[in-house]
C-alpha cells in the first residue's frame, strides 16, 4: 500500500473513487486488495446477506497478515524502525524496533505459542500493559492462525475471567507488572485471581516488565524469556482463508454482556490499511505516526499495529498516561520524537485543554502535520484549543468516525484534501455507503438538503465484524433488526447541504422532553461552549408534565465559582444555542463524572441518580473512577 498508485491525493481523486466504488464496489475493493501478498487469489470477492446475516469478503483468497506486516517490507524497509516504543518513565530509554527486528522477534514468539499448544483457531487472551511484547504476542498469534482477544490491561480480574470463558481461551499471555504514572500495578495478580475461573486455560506465559519477584503456579505459568530460549525463530506463515478469524475483540451493549466482536482476515486488512494510508497521509518515509490509544481497543488494533505496519510507516507505542511527570507529556513525546501524526481522543484533548497553556508551549510541536480525533464527538471548543494550540493552524484534523464493529474508519476527512469543518466527520471514504434515516425508518435520499436522522450504513465494508462471537442471534437483533438490509450504527448523524456528516452521539442517549426528540450531545456541546465548563454530561430523568426533563451534571474549570448565576449563564446558552425547550431542569455542579476505562461517560448511572433510583447502580467496578459515584449521589439535587 505503501506506494500504492490507490492513495489519493486530491479532492477530485477522491470524488472519482468514492463514484467508482458505489458504482462497483467489488471491483474497487478487488482493486485495492491486489495492492496486498497473497498466496492465492480468493475466487470470489464479495458475497453477502443482511438478512441473514452473512458476509463474506475475498472468499478462497489465502493469505497472513504477518506476511502483509512484515515479511514484504523485509526487502525494502527492512532496517527502517517499525515501532518506537516510549516507556512511562521519561529517563528509561526508549526502543527502536526495525521492521527485520520485529519479524525475527514475532516468528520467534510464534514458536513459542506452538511449544505451548497453541494451533490455528484456538484463543489466546493478551492481557498486557503498553509493552512492544503485546505487539509482538498479538501478531505471534497471527502468524500461526491463533485468534487473539485482547482484554485491555486496565479491566478487573472478573472481567477478564468473563472474556476468557465466553471465548474459551487457551493461552493467557500477560506481564508480571505495569507502570502507569506513578503507580506500578501488579497484573499477575489480577491475572491469578481471574485463572481461579477460567478453566480452559492451560499455559500462561508472563512477561517481566520489573525485576520484582513473582508468583509463579509450577505447570501453569512459564516466564516469556525462558519460553524464548527453547525455540529457534523460523516461523512460516500459516495460510489462513481471508474469511478465518484474526481475531475477537470486546465492546459493551448497552444492555447485558459485552460482545465479542469477530473480525476477519482478509478483509480487516484490507480496510484498516486503505483506511489507515488515505486518512493519514503519511506521504514522506521519515513521518513518525503516533495513536494514543491503549491496543486494548480497536483503535490501537487498526491504527497503532494493523494498518500502519502494513503501509510499513514508524508508528509510536507509549506506555505512560499524560499527565505523568507533567501534562506536557504528549506534547514532549511529540518533539522527542519528532511525531508527524498524532492521534487521540477528544476527551484528553478536554483535560490537557483544561491546564495552563505553558504545557503546551513549552514545547516547539514543530514536526506535526496532522492531527486526528476519535471516540466521541469532539465538541467545537476541543476543536478549536486542538487546531489552534497543537495543531498551530496548519495541521489539518481529522475526525474519524467508526466502531470496534466498523473495523476501520469510515466517515472522516482525508488529511490535506477533504476540506475539514470543526465538529464535522465530514464525508464517507470510498467504499462505504451511509444512509441517513428519519423517524419513520425511512431513508432521507435528498443529499442537497440538511437533514437529522439515524446513521445506518447500506453495503457492506471489507472490514465489519462478521458475528459476535458464541451469539449470532445477538449480531443479528443489534446490528441488523432496526432497517431491512441495512447495518445500524446506533449513532445519530446531522448531514448538512454538502453532504458533510457530523456524529450526534449514540442514539441510545435521546431523551423525549415534551414529545421533543433531543440529542444530549448537542446540549452538552451547546453548555461546553461557556467559557467557565470544562466538560458536561445530560441525561433524562421522568417528569410528571414533560414526559422526561433533562438532568445536566457539570464540571467546571479549576478557579470557576459555582454559583446560581452561571447556572443561569448555562441555561441561557443552551437556550439560544438550541432552543428553550433544550434548557436542563436540573444542573448539578460535580468534580467528575463516572467514565469507562475508554473515557465514555456511564449515562446509565447518571441516568439513575437524576432519577432518584440509586438502590442497584449495577457493576461499576470496571470504572476509571468510582469512587466519583458517591460524591455525585451525595450533591445531588
Ligand atoms: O458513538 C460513536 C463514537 O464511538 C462509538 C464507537 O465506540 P467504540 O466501538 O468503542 O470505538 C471507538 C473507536 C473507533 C460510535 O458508535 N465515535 C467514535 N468515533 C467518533 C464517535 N462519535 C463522534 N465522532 C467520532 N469521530
Not at 479532492?11 to 498466496?39: C, D, L, M, R
Not at 475539514?420 to 462505504?432: C, D, K, Q, S
Request: overall charge neutral; glycine content about 8%.
Amino acid at each position: 500500500m505503501k506506494t500504492s498508485s490507490l492513495k489519493l491525493k486530491t479532492f477530485a481523486e477522491y470524488k472519482k473513487a468514492y463514484k467508482k466504488s458505489v458504482e462497483n464496489p467489488e471491483k474497487f475493493w478487488g482493486k485495492i486488495a491486489e495492492e496486498f501478498t497473497w498466496q492465492k487469489k480468493w475466487d470470489n470477492t464479495l458475497s453477502y446477506n443482511f438478512s441473514i446475516p452473512e458476509v463474506k469478503w475475498f472468499e478462497g483468497g489465502k493469505l497472513n497478515i504477518t506476511e502483509n506486516c512484515l515479511d514484504r517490507h523485509l526487502e525494502n524497509i527492512g532496517n527502517k524502525t517499525a515501532i518506537i516504543w516510549e516507556p512511562n518513565d521519561p529517563d528509561e530509554e526508549s526502543r527502536h524496533i526495525t521492521y527485520r527486528q520485529l519479524y525475527v522477534k514475532v516468528c520467534r514468539f510464534a514458536n513459542v505459542l506452538k511449544s505451548n499448544g497453541i494451533k490455528k483457531g484456538d484463543r489466546v487472551c493478551i492481557y498486557m500493559p503498553m509493552i512492544p511484547e503485546l505487539a509482538i504476542a498479538m501478531l505471534a498469534c497471527a502468524r500461526i492462525g491463533a485468534v487473539h482477544s485482547i482484554v485491555f490491561a486496565g479491566f478487573s480480574s472478573s472481567a477478564i475471567a468473563s472474556r476468557i470463558n465466553d471465548a474459551e481461551c487457551k493461552m493467557l499471555i500477560t506481564a508480571n507488572e505495569v507502570y502507569r504514572g506513578t503507580k506500578r500495578i501488579n497484573l499477575k495478580s489480577i491475572c491469578d485471581e481471574a485463572l481461579k475461573k477460567t478453566p480452559t486455560i492451560e499455559n500462561v506465559i508472563v512477561y517481566r516488565r520489573t525485576v520484582e519477584p513473582t508468583e509463579m503456579t509450577a505447570g501453569r505459568d512459564k516466564f516469556w524469556f525462558d519460553e524464548l530460549q527453547k525455540v529457534n525463530q523460523d516461523c512460516d506463515a500459516e495460510v489462513m482463508d481471508a474469511e478465518d478469524l484474526l481475531f475477537i475483540l470486546y465492546t459493551s451493549g448497552s444492555t447485558g454482556k459485552p460482545k465479542g466482536m469477530v473480525h476477519t482476515t482478509g478483509g480487516y486488512m484490507v480496510g484498516a490499511t486503505y483506511s489507515f494510508s488515505n486518512v493519514f497521509q503519511m506521504n514522506d518515509e521519515n513521518d513518525v505516526y503516533w495513536c494514543t490509544a491503549d491496543i486494548g481497543w480497536i483503535t490501537g488494533h487498526s491504527y497503532i499495529i494493523y494498518g500502519p505496519l502494513c503501509a510499513g510507516v514508524t508508528t509510536v507505542m507509549f506506555e505512560g498516561i499524560p499527565n505523568y511527570p507533567d501534562y506536557g507529556r504528549f506534547w514532549e513525546i511529540c518533539d522527542k520524537l519528532k511525531v508527524t501524526h498524532f492521534y487521540t481522543a477528544p476527551t484528553a484533548i478536554r483535560s490537557l485543554a483544561k491546564q495552563p497553556i505553558a504545557f503546551v508551549n513549552k514545547h516547539k510541536l514543530s514536526t506535526l502535520k496532522v492531527l486526528g480525533s476519535v471516540g466521541e464527538p469532539i465538541n467545537e471548543e476541543a476543536w478549536h484549543w486542538y487546531n489552534d494550540n497543537i495543531g498551530k493552524g496548519n495541521c489539518p484534523i481529522v475526525d474519524t468516525w467508526w466502531q470496534t464493529e466498523t473495523g476501520a474508519i469510515m466517515i472522516s476527512p482525508l488529511a490535506g484534501i477533504t476540506p475539514t469543518r470543526p465538529t464535522f466527520a465530514t464525508l464517507p471514504l470510498p467504499g462505504v455507503q451511509p444512509a441517513l434515516m428519519n423517524e419513520h425508518g425511512e431513508e432521507i435520499t435528498n443529499i442537497h438538503e440538511k437533514a437529522e436522522g439515524r446513521l445506518a450504513i447500506k453495503f457492506p465494508w471489507p472490514s465489519m465484524a462478521r458475528t459476535v462471537w458464541g451469539d449470532h442471534q445477538r449480531y443479528k437483533e443489534v446490528y441488523f433488526s432496526a432497517y431491512p438490509n441495512m447495518y445500524f450504527t446506533g449513532d445519530g448523524a446531522y448531514r448538512d447541504a454538502t453532504g458533510n456528516y457530523r456524529i450526534t452521539g449514540r442514539v441510545d442517549d435521546v431523551v423525549i422532553v415534551s414529545g421533543h426528540n433531543l440529542g444530549t450531545a448537542p446540549i452538552e456541546n451547546a453548555m461546553n461552549e461557556h467559557e467557565g465548563v470544562a466538560e458536561s454530561a445530560v441525561v433524562g430523568f421522568p417528569h410528571d408534565v414533560k414526559g422526561n426533563a433533562l438532568y445536566a451534571f457539570v464540571i467546571l474549570y479549576p478557579g470557576v465559582e459555582a454559583t446560581d448565576e452561571l447556572k443561569k449563564e448555562i441555561r441561557d446558552l443552551v437556550s439560544s444555542t438550541i432552543g428553550a425547550i433544550a434548557k436542563p431542569d436540573v444542573i448539578q455542579f460535580v468534580k467528575g463524572v463516572p467514565k469507562t476505562r475508554s473515557g465514555k461517560i456511564m449515562r446509565r448511572i447518571l441516568r439513575k441518580i437524576a432519577s432518584k433510583d440509586t438502590s442497584n447502580l449495577g457493576d461499576t467496578s470496571t470504572l476509571l473512577n468510582p469512587e466519583i459515584i458517591q460524591e455525585i449521589i451525595d450533591g445531588a439535587l
